[in-house]
């Protein structure tokens, strides 16, 4: 089995407390069923913490009582996790070891990745000056139980050439970003129609100029009307945390129909504007749900959501800079695209949600 995972993947190292949004606070903990089962026999004053703290769902799942404001009642005061210190890093269970890593399991290939969800992680992913590069390595046979024998090794091949060129695209410094992400539309939409006729010839570079129709208008062009209709997406989610509902009011307070194209032209125009940044954000997208398609069929869409998302977390950083007077600050970018992912990656409801309301926008 293969892994394959981009080369920032291992620079990854929990900062522990100094992090300034923990991923013990604000979710609900699942708990593996061999964590769980550990936990009902621990020793000792922890182990009676947690079998008072540890429950089973409706579904049979193992999970933990929260505290006050959905902390894990084992993240102490030091912002430490109470856990780790008693039993050790082999106590805590797979939810807990795993984050921020996400993984994509198809054929004999599984895509891990780094999630904007943790702030660590994003200002490696957001922040780094090169273009990424895939590694790919072999996995141990004992991961083999992850393998889908049937899975049509043609259509895989055929998506990861498209996943491939996808990248390839959007980290063409050659071109402004605005055209990279129209030719990366355009890619999309013609790897659509092969699958609609169920061909999996590879697709040529020369096949898929962009066309009105996948320009990015709004990327270098400031336009209202498509930010309305990205906030009053945002706008019909749940809300899971008090920051994120906060920062979508001063969305729709500061990004008025009167101030957005003016606020948005001034920030392209700015020295806040990055280009590379955005670029990064994108190949994050791409690499993340592209390969969805395996599953969907819908690699389009898959594509229109990389774009809106990257729309998003653009709009959020917009209304930052805009608040503060001009100005934006790594660390902010980095709160940005974490509230965004918090939000919508990590919320299934949330962002089945979004998924089908991009499909018909």
């Known amino acids: 089995m293969i892994l394959r995972v981009p080369d920032y993947y291992d620079e990854f190292v929990c900062i522990a407390d100094r992090c300034t949004g923990s991923c013990c606070d604000g979710w609900e903990i699942d708990i593996d069923d061999a964590s769980g089962e550990y936990y009902m026999q621990a020793p000792g004053p922890i182990g009676e913490r947690l079998r008072s703290l540890l429950y089973q769902g409706e579904d049979g799942g193992y999970c933990f009582r929260l505290g006050e404001q959905g902390r894990c009642p084992f993240l102490n005061e030091r912002n430490l996790c109470d856990i780790y210190e008693a039993l050790g890093e082999e106590a805590l269970s797979e939810v807990c070891t795993d984050f921020p890593r996400f993984a994509l399991t198809y054929g004999r290939v599984m895509q891990r990745i780094l999630s904007l969800s943790c702030e660590e992680a994003g200002r490696i992913i957001l ?12 996995m141990p046979e004992s991961m083999a139980e992850w393998e ?9 091949a055929f998506l990861e050439d498209v996943q491939r060129q996808a990248i390839a695209i959007l980290q063409d410094r050659s071109r402004p970003l605005k055209d990279r992400v129209s030719f990366f539309l355009g890619l999309c939409a013609r790897a659509q129609e092969r699958i609609n006729q169920e061909s999996t ?16 208008r709004d990327w270098e062009r400031p336009c209202y009307g498509s930010f309305d209709v990205r906030l009053g997406i945002l706008e019909e989610l749940e809300e899971l945390g008090s920051e994120w509902a906060l920062t979508k009011r001063r969305l729709r307070q500061v990004l008025t129909a009167e101030s957005y194209e003016r606020l948005l032209a001034s920030y392209l125009a700015s020295e806040h504007y990055d280009e590379v940044i955005y670029e990064q954000l994108f190949v994050y997208f791409a690499f993340r749900y592209l390969m969805y398609a395996m599953y969907s069929c819908d690699i389009l869409a898959q594509g229109k959501m990389v774009v809106s998302f990257a729309l998003m977390v653009r709009d959020l950083d917009l209304c930052q800079w805009s608040a503060n007077g001009g100005t934006l600050s790594p660390a902010e970018r980095t709160r940005m695209a974490y509230l965004f992912s918090r939000e919508v990656e990590h919320s299934e409801e949330n962002f089945e949600q979004v998924q089908e309301e991009l499909m018909f926008e």
């Open 127 to 138: 922040f780094r000056k090169e273009p990424v590069t895939f590694v790919e390595s072999a």
């Open 148 to 156: 889908d024998e049937d899975a049509d090794e043609a259509y895989i």
């Open 201 to 216: 010839e590879k697709i040529r570079p020369d096949e898929f100029p962009p066309s009105d129709n996948f320009r990015v």
